[in-house]
């Protein structure tokens, strides 16, 4: 792409790039790391990085619905979270561990 | 009533006693159970009665009554219906049948009472009838097919009725495997006959085989016609599958007096006489038939003068008569055929049911040499006997004489006979003679050898009255078939009855001139001095001069071990087929069964348990994994997307 | 350079570096700041892209709340050894990375391909819905159009917050020593 054009104009797809590098890379925290509470921060990067990308096309597209989804996935990561923390909680106090490489029981 | 509400009663009242029977088989009585048989097989003689009674009030070329009852099989050009037909020939079959039958249902009452299964047997009984009828009756081979098999499987049952006798129960085994075999030749034979003339009916073929007269349907038809006749070798016991009938003995004695004297062995001979317009085109097929039929009519003749088991020697009779039957056929005299299995059925009947009924007053015992001067402790058994013992050997103006007399000149005067036959036929009347007045002789006259503590004991009424009813057919029952020279010489000059009904249906064999009488009456004459010089014979041997039998078996030495021994032809059948067979199919069993398609069904078991195995090393509980095969998923659908 | 395209850049490295600092550092603290920070950093895009309200929500719910939700829950834990951070076998490692890489290169070039689609409606066009205050038209067509949603999402909010504390309180599931 012509390099200077690029930096010198910011528009959708500069948005888009970051959201899905910021996706990218909450996937592979997920993917990668055994700390259960790293796992679901990296689960809120990559709703954030949704997030992003919603906004950006209800900016560009000049559409209030993509701000809407934002309000809703807001929500509803929000109480994921606090719900993922309980029962992370329970596991500690169960297992004294919230290394994931010890919760095999789907197993077989 | 209709004819079709008759016929459906006719055939299936004995079915319906079947189920009766079968189904409450625990909880029946002798009494009840055979009361309950009894009574289907006379309401289907009754119903026979009636339609036959129909059948004389009709016009001689249209005796015919057929039912359809539902279309079986349409299948392209193969149409089979549930077709019936009473005409001359099946008329005089079904009366048979269903008369004898009823008798010997009676004479089971008696004679099984004391049996525990006896509810099981006369539902087997009943079930035998309606196959019976059903093969008599069928319009078509096919439905005479199933009848065919039916009467095969009966026979089974019935013969190992007594089961847990290994011995009883083999031979229930020998004669059905037997059968089989002559069964997959008579299934051969329609299969021939189907592709030759398209179908099976037997009005259909016996109208369409005036036709055939070129030359180039000699082949099929004649293949055609062997193929059914192996099949009535296996049914009527000639050679070569006549093997399973002595062995048969091992049922109760009405079911020998049933199944293996008066009916189910005359299948193949009625089957024969049915299509006999299309055996008269296959002249090659007869000829082998008439050999055939004499030379078992001699064999067995030649078995049974050497027996000590009374029920054996009936048996080898059985085979020898069944042989004279074929020899009828063999040469065109299908009336006469007919009559001798007429009057077979009544006196064979007669001497298995009577033997029977010494054999329950001997309790259980039947040895001949343990026999003995029965003649004044079963006086009624005695005189039936006698009647039938008359029969047999063609005492004049018995049916015996009449029927077997007709095949004798038949076989000599028929442009398809030859005096060869006419020598066999005699050979054998002459050793008839001989053996049945062995049997006399050593059951009932002379000093008795029954052993001291058996008390022999009369029958009871319900066990004589059908000896006593099968004595008096057997007497009076030749006289529908005169002989035209007898009859010329009798006032009123009655004819040939028997002749004169089958006419329609059976021709007489093209090129037969007019007989010279004195011819017959020489050859009459001869035959009948024969088997009474072999007669008094025998009377000579076994009761004045006992002794003299034995010096003359020694003296022949090894020739009467190899008769005794039945020719050891049960040997070599073991030795050369059975056994062999019996090698093969174990061999078989290891090397492809269980080598071959046993390891192919675990081969394949071991590769899906080993995919099972591989696919679960997927769910190993880490769901980080998990994660990664929806991100792996993604990025294909992506790639995917993107491609397009 | 102009002003918003300089700001893009500066929050857009920021935001990049927070995000990525979460997932590779081993102490879960830092982990926590990071993710902090890259929160923040999402806020002020949404404000360049004159998202005024959903920024304001992005700082109190995410950057607020969940933020000190995670801390608490971390100084609970009180873990006092360093867990191995990553994940075990080298070669499912690699499988996973080589995954998120093919992820992030199509993803890109997805974007990069239909970027001419996207540029005609780049730069900054008139929002035309109400100027700088867009906040306006996000209520009215929250209470219209997205009605059911929103209660909905009430109902939801509700069920959670009964859910997290029944589960706080449980004395640790079916197999715990009572």
């Given at each position: 792409?012509p390099?200077?054009?690029?930096?010198?104009?910011?528009?959708?797809?500069?948005?888009?790039?970051?959201?899905?590098?910021?996706?990218?890379?909450?996937?592979?925290g997920?993917?990668?790391?055994?700390?259960?509470?790293?796992?679901?921060?990296?689960?809120?990067?990559?709703?954030?990085?949704v997030?992003?990308?919603?906004v950006?096309?209800?900016?560009y597209?000049?559409?209030?619905?993509?701000?809407?989804?934002?309000?809703?996935?807001?929500?509803?990561a929000?109480?994921?979270?606090?719900?993922?923390?309980?029962i992370?909680?329970?596991?500690?106090?169960?297992?004294?561990e919230?290394n994931?490489?010890?919760?095999?029981?789907l197993?077989? | 009533?209709?004819?079709?509400?008759?016929?459906?009663?006719?055939?299936?009242?004995?079915?319906?006693?079947?189920?009766?029977?079968?189904?409450?088989y625990?909880?029946?009585?002798?009494?009840?159970?055979?009361?309950?048989?009894?009574?289907?097989?006379?309401?289907?003689?009754?119903?026979?009665?009636?339609?036959?009674?129909?059948?004389v009030?009709?016009?001689?070329?249209?005796?015919?009554?057929?039912?359809?009852?539902?279309?079986?099989?349409?299948?392209?050009?193969?149409?089979?219906?549930?077709?019936?037909?009473?005409?001359?020939?099946?008329a005089?079959?079904?009366?048979?049948?269903?008369?004898?039958?009823?008798?010997?249902?009676?004479?089971?009452?008696?004679?099984?009472?004391?049996?525990?299964?006896?509810?099981?047997?006369?539902?087997?009984?009943?079930?035998?009838l309606?196959?019976?009828?059903?093969?008599?009756?069928?319009?078509?081979?096919?439905?005479?097919?199933?009848?065919?098999?039916?009467?095969?499987?009966?026979?089974y049952?019935?013969?190992?009725?007594?089961?847990?006798?290994?011995?009883?129960?083999?031979?229930?085994?020998?004669?059905?495997?037997?059968?089989?075999?002559?069964?997959?030749?008579?299934?051969?034979?329609?299969?021939?006959?189907?592709?030759?003339?398209?179908?099976?009916?037997?009005?259909?073929?016996?109208?369409?085989?005036?036709?055939?007269?070129?030359?180039?349907?000699?082949?099929?038809?004649?293949?055609?016609?062997?193929?059914?006749?192996?099949?009535?070798?296996?049914?009527?016991?000639?050679?070569?599958?006549?093997?399973?009938?002595?062995?048969a003995?091992?049922?109760?004695?009405?079911?020998?007096?049933?199944?293996?004297?008066?009916?189910?062995?005359?299948?193949?001979?009625?089957?024969?006489?049915?299509?006999?317009?299309?055996?008269?085109?296959?002249?090659?097929?007869?000829?082998?038939?008439?050999?055939?039929?004499?030379?078992?009519?001699?064999?067995a003749?030649?078995?049974?003068?050497?027996?000590?088991?009374?029920?054996?020697?009936?048996?080898?009779?059985?085979?020898?008569?069944?042989?004279?039957?074929?020899?009828a056929?063999?040469?065109?005299?299908?009336?006469?055929?007919?009559?001798?299995?007429?009057?077979?059925?009544?006196?064979?009947?007669?001497?298995?049911?009577?033997s029977g009924?010494?054999?329950?007053?001997?309790?259980?015992e039947?040895?001949?040499?343990?026999?003995?001067?029965?003649?004044?402790?079963?006086?009624?058994?005695?005189?039936?006997?006698?009647?039938?013992?008359?029969?047999?050997?063609?005492?004049?103006?018995?049916?015996?004489?009449?029927?077997?007399?007709?095949?004798?000149?038949?076989?000599?005067?028929s442009?398809?006979?030859?005096?060869?036959?006419?020598?066999?036929?005699?050979?054998g009347?002459?050793?008839?003679a001989?053996?049945m007045?062995?049997?006399?002789?050593?059951?009932?006259?002379?000093k008795?050898?029954?052993?001291?503590?058996?008390?022999?004991?009369?029958?009871?009424?319900?066990?004589?009255?059908?000896?006593?009813?099968?004595?008096?057919?057997?007497?009076?029952?030749?006289?529908?078939?005169?002989?035209?020279?007898?009859?010329?010489?009798?006032?009123?000059?009655?004819?040939?009855?028997?002749?004169?009904?089958?006419?329609?249906?059976?021709?007489?064999?093209?090129?037969?001139?007019?007989?010279?009488p004195?011819?017959?009456?020489?050859?009459?004459?001869?035959?009948?001095?024969?088997?009474?010089?072999?007669?008094?014979?025998?009377?000579?041997?076994?009761?004045?001069?006992?002794?003299?039998?034995?010096?003359?078996?020694?003296?022949?030495?090894?020739?009467?071990?190899?008769?005794?021994?039945?020719?050891?032809?049960?040997?070599?059948?073991?030795?050369?087929?059975?056994?062999?067979?019996?090698?093969?199919?174990?061999?078989?069993?290891?090397?492809?069964?269980?080598?071959?398609?046993?390891?192919?069904?675990?081969?394949?078991?071991?590769?899906?348990?080993?995919?099972?195995?591989?696919?679960?090393?997927?769910?190993?509980?880490?769901?980080?994994?998990?994660?990664?095969?929806?991100?792996?998923?993604?990025?294909?659908?992506?790639?995917?997307?993107?491609?397009? | 350079?102009?002003?918003?395209?300089?700001?893009?850049?500066?929050?857009?490295?920021?935001?990049?570096?927070?995000?990525?600092?979460?997932?590779?550092?081993?102490?879960?603290?830092?982990?926590?700041l990071?993710?902090?920070?890259?929160?923040?950093?999402v806020?002020?895009?949404?404000?360049?892209?004159?998202?005024?309200?959903?920024?304001?929500?992005?700082?109190?719910?995410?950057?607020?709340?969940?933020?000190?939700?995670?801390?608490?829950v971390?100084?609970?834990?009180d873990?006092?050894?360093?867990?191995?951070?990553?994940?075990?076998?080298?070669?499912?490692?690699?499988?996973?990375?080589?995954?998120?890489?093919?992820?992030?290169?199509?993803?890109?070039?997805?974007?990069?391909?239909?970027?001419?689609?996207?540029?005609?409606?780049?730069?900054?066009?008139?929002?035309?819905?109400?100027?700088?205050?867009?906040?306006?038209?996000?209520?009215?067509?929250?209470?219209?159009?997205?009605?059911?949603?929103?209660?909905?999402?009430?109902?939801?909010?509700?069920?959670?917050?009964?859910?997290?504390?029944a589960?706080?309180?449980?004395?640790?599931?079916?197999?715990?020593?009572?």
């Open positions: 792409m390099s200077s054009d690029f930096l010198q104009q910011v528009g959708l797809p500069h948005y888009l790039i970051l959201s899905a590098i910021l996706f990218v890379a909450g996937m592979a997920v993917l990668l790391r055994r700390n259960a509470m790293v796992i679901l921060m990296s689960v809120e990067l990559m709703l954030n990085a997030n992003l990308s919603f950006a096309f209800s900016h597209l000049g559409q209030m619905d993509g701000q809407v989804m934002v309000f809703f996935v807001m929500t509803i929000a109480a994921e979270v606090s719900v993922g923390l309980a992370l909680v329970s596991i500690f106090k169960r297992f004294k919230i994931i490489r010890f919760f095999e029981h197993k077989g | 009533m209709t004819q079709q509400t008759l016929m459906a009663i006719l055939i299936l009242s004995p079915l319906v006693g079947f189920l009766i029977n079968g189904v409450r625990k909880k029946h009585s002798a009494e009840v159970a055979g009361a309950i048989a009894t009574g289907a097989a006379v309401i289907s003689f009754i119903s026979a009665l009636i339609m036959v009674i129909d059948l009030g009709m016009p001689a070329e249209e005796r015919r009554i057929t039912v359809q009852f539902f279309d079986w099989i349409t299948i392209e050009k193969l149409k089979i219906s549930a077709g019936f037909t009473l005409d001359q020939i099946s005089i079959m079904v009366l048979v049948v269903t008369g004898v039958g009823s008798l010997i249902h009676l004479f089971s009452i008696g004679y099984m009472r004391h049996d525990k299964g006896v509810a099981k047997y006369f539902s087997y009984l009943n079930l035998f309606f196959n019976m009828l059903l093969l008599v009756l069928g319009d078509n081979l096919l439905v005479m097919f199933v009848g065919w098999e039916g009467v095969g499987l009966c026979s049952l019935l013969i190992g009725f007594w089961f847990t006798d290994k011995e009883k129960a083999a031979a229930g085994m020998k004669a059905f495997i037997t059968n089989r075999v002559g069964d997959a030749a008579f299934l051969l034979g329609m299969f021939v006959l189907f592709l030759t003339f398209g179908t099976l009916n037997f009005q259909e073929i016996n109208h369409m085989v005036p036709l055939t007269s070129e030359l180039m349907w000699m082949a099929p038809i004649t293949l055609g016609t062997l193929f059914l006749f192996i099949g009535a070798t296996g049914k009527s016991a000639q050679i070569p599958l006549y093997v399973w009938l002595p062995d003995m091992a049922g109760p004695t009405p079911v020998s007096a049933l199944i293996h004297a008066a009916t189910m062995v005359t299948a193949g001979v009625y089957m024969i006489i049915r299509l006999n317009p299309l055996f008269m085109m296959a002249p090659n097929t007869m000829m082998v038939i008439a050999i055939i039929g004499g030379l078992t009519a001699v064999l003749a030649t078995i049974g003068m050497t027996q000590w088991d009374i029920k054996k020697v009936l048996a080898y009779s059985t085979v020898s008569q069944l042989g004279y039957m074929f020899l056929c063999g040469v065109g005299a299908f009336g006469a055929a007919l009559f001798h299995l007429m009057t077979h059925a009544f006196f064979k009947a007669l001497m298995f049911l009577g009924s010494v054999i329950h007053a001997m309790h259980e039947q040895d001949i040499r343990k026999m003995g001067g029965l003649k004044k402790h079963l006086p009624y058994t005695h005189a039936t006997f006698f009647v039938g013992w008359l029969a047999i050997i063609g005492a004049p103006l018995l049916s015996g004489f009449f029927s077997k007399d007709e095949i004798l000149w038949q076989s000599f005067h442009p398809r006979g030859h005096v060869l036959f006419w020598i066999m036929g005699v050979l009347a002459v050793m008839t001989f053996y007045t062995r049997l006399m002789a050593l059951t009932f006259w002379g008795s050898r029954v052993s001291k503590d058996v008390h022999p004991h009369e029958s009871p009424m319900i066990m004589l009255i059908p000896l006593i009813v099968l004595a008096i057919l057997s007497a009076v029952g030749g006289w529908i078939g005169i002989p035209h020279i007898i009859s010329e010489i009798l006032p009123g000059q009655p004819g040939n009855i028997l002749e004169t009904w089958l006419e329609p249906l059976i021709k007489a064999v093209p090129g037969t001139e007019a007989g010279e004195s011819q017959e009456w020489a050859l009459m004459a001869t035959s009948v001095t024969l088997a009474a010089i072999s007669a008094f014979v025998a009377f000579h041997f076994y009761v004045k001069d006992p002794a003299k039998p034995k010096k003359v078996a020694e003296s022949l030495g090894k020739v009467y071990e190899v008769v005794y021994n039945k020719y050891f032809v049960d040997e070599a059948y073991f030795g050369w087929i059975i056994n062999p067979l019996v090698k093969l199919s174990k061999g078989i069993w290891y090397y492809v069964d269980v080598n071959f398609i046993d390891k192919t069904t675990y081969v394949v078991a071991d590769l899906v348990r080993g995919g099972g195995q591989f696919v679960r090393g997927m769910q190993n509980g880490n769901i980080q994994q998990y994660a990664m095969y929806i991100g792996l998923g993604v990025v294909a659908m992506m790639t995917y997307v993107l491609m397009r | 350079m102009s002003a918003d395209v300089f700001l893009f850049w500066f929050l857009a490295i920021l935001t990049l570096a927070g995000g990525l600092t979460t997932v590779l550092v081993t102490n879960p603290i830092y982990s926590a990071a993710l902090a920070f890259a929160m923040i950093g806020s002020a895009l949404f404000v360049t892209l004159n998202a005024y309200f959903l920024a304001g929500v992005q700082l109190i719910v995410y950057a607020g709340a969940v933020t000190v939700l995670f801390v608490m971390l100084m609970m834990f873990l006092k050894h360093e867990i191995t951070a990553f994940t075990r076998g080298k070669f499912t490692g690699l499988v996973k990375s080589g995954t998120v890489a093919l992820l992030a290169g199509i993803l890109v070039g997805a974007i990069a391909m239909t970027s001419d689609l996207f540029l005609k409606i780049s730069g900054t066009p008139e929002v035309a819905l109400g100027g700088g205050d867009g906040t306006k038209e996000l209520g009215k067509i929250l209470f219209s159009k997205y009605i059911f949603g929103f209660e909905a999402l009430g109902i939801l909010l509700l069920i959670v917050a009964i859910g997290a504390v589960l706080a309180r449980s004395k640790g599931g079916t197999h715990a020593k009572q």
